[in-house]
């Protein structure tokens, strides 16, 4: 017993300086970005402001794009959404709803509240995907379609979905999401500039709380509830800390399934969206990188700050612990299926960067994080750990984190300041002190959770909950 207790010191003392290392790591890669980001969407906003949006469509002219939007169970948002997808400021669009064998009524509410009826509508493709069992038309909407099939989850929808698409681009969204008028117009502006881009995303704000008027967001702020605000912080570093610093290396891993603009072509030589992952979104861009990689064919796969995608967040610890479960289970399975990227020069900066920090400190992260904090506990309690380690272990794991989160507000604030009132700007400088403290270490232990479902190979989405947008009429 004399010589186990010496043993235990030494392994909580290895396993800490393993954990302070995965911090350091973890944070220089979130400074590395977010510095990229701050100069990218300086860079991106002097060029916005000498380029005219309907000069370039007129002199370049866009191509047609079709809204592909899965539905299942979406009753309580598809109207609204539908609305706003109507009312997007673009020259020639089709909008396809898939309903994915919904068990509410959100078939039944599209087809009465937008005069729909059967219409024929022969596939030009022929992706894997769940029987169709019927095609409809709204009456006074021509472009507006809804594709009725049986339910196969989401990526079998998108790729229902994309074998009726009849246009070279494809926007892949949620049926919940509301887009801003200009935001095809901007997400489609990397095509009209590169001809070999493949797929750009767009930026997701959070709309609880906001209000909604035909469709378009009135009056934007913060949620009510406190798990939503915190959600608003976590999309602001993760899009404008993140994905623009990841961009700007040329190096986007991931575009949201919630908005996101794809080159036809390019994804049905892929196969389309993969059935049996929960990650699909992420699992297609994988694939489009790997593909033209291994062909050696140029491409572009960016992310573009201000095309603007609404949606609604979770704002109970159960569906948002159902969510980051779902979110971690996906992140392992794309990436150990594709795990023959992983440090292999063959696929370039994907390769060696990119790809292994998703791997090491997203993937492996939580099974690092989590037990850390256990371990640093120990630590104190056996008088093991010195002070100066002490001060690093919560420099790394909190005051680099408040930071990090500070500047991306402050990122949202220089550049696009869509929270104008004081109170919210405020709140989240609040949030971005007091989420490190409990918060971070709640979401850790779901994606745990959701480490562990993987190894598991659990399946299913999971059920999400909706309560709906403040509309006014």
């Known amino acids: ?12 003392q290895i396993f800490n300086y393993i954990v302070l290392f995965y911090f350091l790591a973890l944070n220089f890669f979130y400074l590395t970005t977010t510095i990229l980001a701050f100069f990218s969407l ?20 866009v191509p047609p794009v079709t809204l592909l939007a899965p539905a299942y169970n979406e009753e309580a948002t598809c109207i609204e959404s539908t609305k706003a997808l109507l009312s997007l400021n673009y020259p020639e669009y089709e909008v396809l709803i898939i309903n994915d064998g919904s068990k509410d009524q959100t078939r039944e509410v599209l087809i009465e509240a937008f005069e729909m009826q059967k219409a024929e509508r022969a596939p030009l493709a022929s992706l894997k995907s769940a029987k169709v069992r019927g095609v409809y038309r709204s009456k006074y909407q021509p472009n507006l379609w809804l594709i009725d099939k049986e339910n196969g989850g989401k ?3 998108l790729n229902g979905g994309v074998n009726y698409c009849r246009t070279p681009l494809f926007c892949a969204m949620d049926a919940d999401t509301l887009l801003e008028r200009d935001a095809l117009i901007r997400v489609v502006r990397p095509f009209l500039e590169d001809a ?12 609880n709380d906001c209000t909604i008027r035909s469709g378009s967001v009135e009056e934007i702020r913060l949620p009510r509830n406190l798990l939503a605000k915190y959600q608003v912080l976590e999309y602001l570093r993760a899009f404008l800390g993140g ?3 990841w961009s700007a290396m040329k190096a986007t891993l991931i575009i949201s399934g919630a908005f996101g603009l794809f080159k036809r072509s390019a994804v049905v030589n892929v196969g389309g969206y993969a059935t049996d992952t929960v990650g699909e979104d992420m699992e297609l861009v994988i694939k489009l990188h790997r593909y033209h990689r291994e062909n050696k064919i140029p491409y572009n796969i960016t992310f573009v700050p201000d095309p603007v995608a609404w949606t609604e967040c979770p704002e109970s610890t159960k569906i948002l612990g159902r969510q980051r479960d779902r979110w971690q289970r996906g992140l392992f399975e794309v990436l150990t299926r594709h795990k023959v990227m992983f440090m292999n020069p063959r696929y370039g900066r994907i390769g060696m960067f990119a790809f292994p920090y998703f791997y090491v400190l997203e993937m492996l992260g939580p099974a690092i994080e989590l037990p850390g904090y256990f371990m640093f506990i120990l630590a104190i309690i056996f008088g093991t750990i010195s002070t100066s380690f002490m001060f690093a272990f919560l420099m790394a794991a909190i005051i680099f984190g408040i930071a990090l989160s500070i500047f991306s507000i402050a990122l949202e604030e220089l550049t696009f300041r869509r929270y104008p009132r004081f109170r919210d700007l405020f709140s989240l400088f609040v949030l971005a002190v007091i989420e490190n403290i409990g918060y971070r270490q709640l979401t850790i232990y779901w994606r745990m959770h959701g480490f562990i479902s993987a190894l598991k190979k659990e399946e299913g989405w999971g059920k999400m909950e909706r309560k709906g947008f403040a509309t006014k009429k």
């Open 1 to 12: 017993m004399i010589h186990i207790v010496p043993l235990i010191h030494t392994i909580v």
């Open 243 to 245: 994905r623009m610093g």
């Open 155 to 157: 990526a079998d929808a």
């Open 196 to 207: 070999s881009t493949l797929a750009t995303g767009g930026i997701i704000r959070i709309v």
């Open 42 to 61: 300086r860079k991106y906003a002097r060029r916005m402001q000498a380029v005219d949006l309907n000069a370039l469509i007129a002199k370049a002219g």
